[in-house]
């Protein structure tokens, strides 16, 4: 190919918040030095929050209009989809699958989380259709675990899957010192959309029971549509003036949060890949408490990285976040670790199995 190839990145807008926004710079200054030519887009909701089905109809529709008429202008040789396996995702990417070409140009799927789970499961026969022809329409989907790798290659074995790693630049950096050191009250940390499968209400619970044996706080940091449940189940444990609800923060305040933390736990059972706020606590140098799912367990190791806790057990997830606490040396050992295994994450390490995929697919390869 004489020219540069030119890839069509569709990414979430900024104003969804979240970690595509973060993310997708990143992603697109890594292809553009390795020779890519790469024009970005808009394709998710407009903006944070629910949307009336009006105007969410409108908008996609629009948005598939706009997709369109740039592809006809532009002939991109790749259009690279970052999106979410569920319904929402689904029913916007579907008509863009479907109203291209077969393979003009290819499109790869990078599912940010996919419901792989639920393909094995029985039901949801509409939902496993859809997805099924979603796979079979992209020349590559692309997965951020191998445990979801292995779902989707048992649910649509003629699909093509690879798995990445999100590229990660850290705006801070720790060395792990700052939460080993022996503070009179240790804060227990957590960023995440306050959901239930986050695991939010599992560390409240499992900071009852461990606020009964000692001296600590717990602080959130995130919004979702389970903020004013939180708040009232922290008001019935009386734990008012224990815990923390940021809400939505962002910058210098963001950075102080982690800053004061002692730990980060995040005891998630959500249909992710591999959580940002798990990288970002990496670089401050925190010790890991989370669950052994999805890229938690493909990027971290046992005692050297997090400390492991069954989803949905807050009894467990009490007593580890208690040794963690009492043990300051183990804290400094696994927050060194972390803070340099961050390096693995920089653009220039990840971006170039993209750039492979993306290449393969333009040869019309299988990735």
Request: glycine share 8%.
């Amino acid at each position: 190919m004489s020219r540069e190839p030119r890839v069509l990145v569709l990414t979430g807008f900024p104003a969804i918040g979240g970690p595509l926004p973060k993310l997708t710079p990143l992603l697109t200054d890594g292809l553009r030095r390795a020779g890519f030519r790469v024009h970005v887009m808009g394709w998710s909701a407009h903006g944070a929050g629910r949307e009336p089905a009006a105007v969410k109809i409108a908008g996609r529709s629009g948005d598939l209009v706009r997709v369109h008429r740039f592809v006809r202008r532009w002939r991109p040789d790749v259009i690279y989809v970052a999106t979410a396996h569920n319904w929402p995702g689904l029913l916007r990417d579907l008509p863009l699958a479907l109203s291209l070409p077969r393979g003009q140009p290819p499109l790869v799927i990078h599912f940010h989380g996919s419901e792989s789970a639920r393909l094995l499961r029985p039901g949801s026969r509409l939902f496993k259709w859809s997805s099924r022809l979603l796979v079979r329409r992209a020349a590559a989907v692309l997965l951020l675990s191998r445990e979801e790798q292995r779902e989707w290659r048992r649910f649509c074995p003629e699909g093509h899957y690879e798995v990445v790693l999100n590229p990660f630049v850290p705006e801070h950096q720790g060395d792990g010192s700052a939460a080993a050191e022996a503070a009179q009250t240790p804060v227990i940390f957590t960023v995440a959309r306050l959901i239930p499968s986050k695991g939010i209400f599992d560390l409240l619970e499992a900071f009852a029971i461990l606020r009964r044996r000692r001296t600590c706080r717990l602080a959130y940091a995130g919004t979702g549509e389970s903020a004013d449940e939180l708040a009232v189940r922290v008001e019935e444990l009386g734990l008012e003036q224990d815990v923390d609800l940021l809400g939505y923060v962002s910058g210098d305040a963001l950075d102080a949060a982690y800053r004061r933390a002692s730990v980060f736990a995040l005891p998630t059972y959500f249909a992710e890949g591999f959580p940002l706020s798990i990288m970002e606590a990496m670089s401050y140098g925190l010790p890991v408490v989370t669950t052994p799912i999805r890229g938690c367990v493909d990027w971290l190791a046992e005692g050297t990285n997090a400390a492991f806790v069954p989803p949905r057990d807050p009894p467990e997830l009490a007593a580890t976040l208690a040794r963690l606490l009492d043990d300051g040396p183990a804290r400094l050992a696994m927050g060194r670790a972390n803070a340099a295994a961050v390096a693995g994450f920089a653009p220039d390490k990840v971006v170039p199995a993209y750039a492979d995929v993306l290449r393969s697919t333009m040869k019309g390869a299988p990735a």
